[in-house]
């Protein structure tokens, strides 16, 4: 059987570098040697692409030396030094924030014309940006979290007026475009706005300042090309503080709750699932997203935000979830491959 050479991307110059490195190193493993030649690539925080011989957990300071340009057009990639030419069936970017999920990768496949695992550049950067998510799927009809927005530019807003224009006493402010909750806040106050504000100026030029939802908060992982996407049962996390930020998502001592089937009502499961999956064409997706869900006190279901590029680290729930509905590791990673090279 001939094996299919897969070029598996990880690192980056994105703050959740070391996430994407936890997720490929889980992509790798459950890699089938008989079905796949697979060259690991690691991309330092400068941006340079690296080929490794093998995977290395140290590859910043331990890859090989030879580096990768794109041959654009010629469905390959050129080697530094040595001017070999790498012929990858398929791109698998197990990769996590700007320059990853933004739709950069996926635009150079394209540039390369190579299949890439997962949605094309406009999904990806139509998804990356939570304004314009909000903005396309308010148009379709898809309810999302109330909010306003703040730009540099403009006169700092008071907490009192927001939580007026809000209806709430609290608040959430994060980045328009960054993940993994970089750069979000709580806020209660005027001194913690202020905070918050200049954290979110630092990722992204655009601030979105989000009404908190008192509720429940609910993940729906999508496999598979539309019309023939799938999704799976509602998860659902329960952070001890209720605030799931970078550190209670990623730390060994994190003491979240994280269930592959929450206890829902039938018809509020599925609703959830429906609306998980309008989501993903909407926003033209393909292959793999998580959405993720608030459902309030009286029931009110909103939508979060999408992760077109989910994680594979051992506490993602993207694969927990299809793992809970008897897909593992393996099967996931082939059928993944599967759906970018159809």
């Known amino acids: 059987m001939t094996r299919q050479t897969v070029l598996l991307l990880f690192g980056g110059e994105s703050p959740e570098h070391d996430v994407s490195i936890m997720s490929a190193r889980n992509i790798y493993a459950a890699m089938d040697n008989e079905k ?140 328009t475009r960054a993940g993994s909750s ?51 049962n509602v998860g659902e996390i329960r952070p001890k503080d209720g605030f799931y930020d970078y550190e209670e998502k990623y730390a060994s001592t994190s003491q979240t709750e994280v269930l592959t089937q929450a206890e829902l009502e039938q018809e509020v499961a599925d609703a959830v699932k429906t609306i998980a999956k309008n989501v993903f064409t909407t926003l033209g997706c393909k292959g793999q997203a998580r959405v993720d869900f608030f459902l309030g006190d009286e029931g009110e279901i909103y939508v979060n935000e999408i992760n077109t590029l989910p994680g594979f680290t051992n506490i993602s729930q993207y694969p927990k979830l299809w793992h809970d509905q008897g897909i593992r590791y393996p099967e996931l990673i082939d059928m993944l491959i599967s759906l970018a090279l159809k």
């Open 36 to 175: 796949y030649q697979v060259l690991p690539c690691y991309i330092d925080r400068q941006g340079k692409w690296w080929l490794l011989d093998k995977w290395e957990e140290n590859a910043a300071t331990h890859h090989s030396g030879v580096q990768l340009v794109a041959a654009l057009g010629n469905k390959a990639f050129l080697t530094l030094p040595g001017d070999r030419m790498i012929h990858p069936d398929v791109i698998y970017p197990a990769m996590h924030g700007d320059t990853a999920e933004d739709g950069s990768i996926q635009a150079l496949a394209d540039l390369l014309h190579l299949p890439v695992v997962g949605s094309g550049h406009i999904a990806h950067a139509v998804g990356w940006d939570k304004l314009f998510t909000k903005l396309l799927l308010e148009q379709a009809g898809i309810q999302t979290v109330p909010f306003r927005t703040y730009e540099k530019s403009e006169n700092t807003p008071t907490y009192h007026e927001l939580c007026d224009q809000l209806a709430t006493t609290i608040l959430f402010v994060k980045p």
């Open 182 to 232: 970089i750069g979000v806040s709580k806020v209660e106050s005027q001194e913690q706005l202020i905070v918050a504000l200049e954290l979110a100026l630092r990722y992204s030029d655009t601030v979105l300042i989000e009404k908190a939802i008192i509720g429940r908060e609910l993940e729906v992982a999508i496999l598979g090309n539309p019309p023939h996407h799938r999704a799976s």
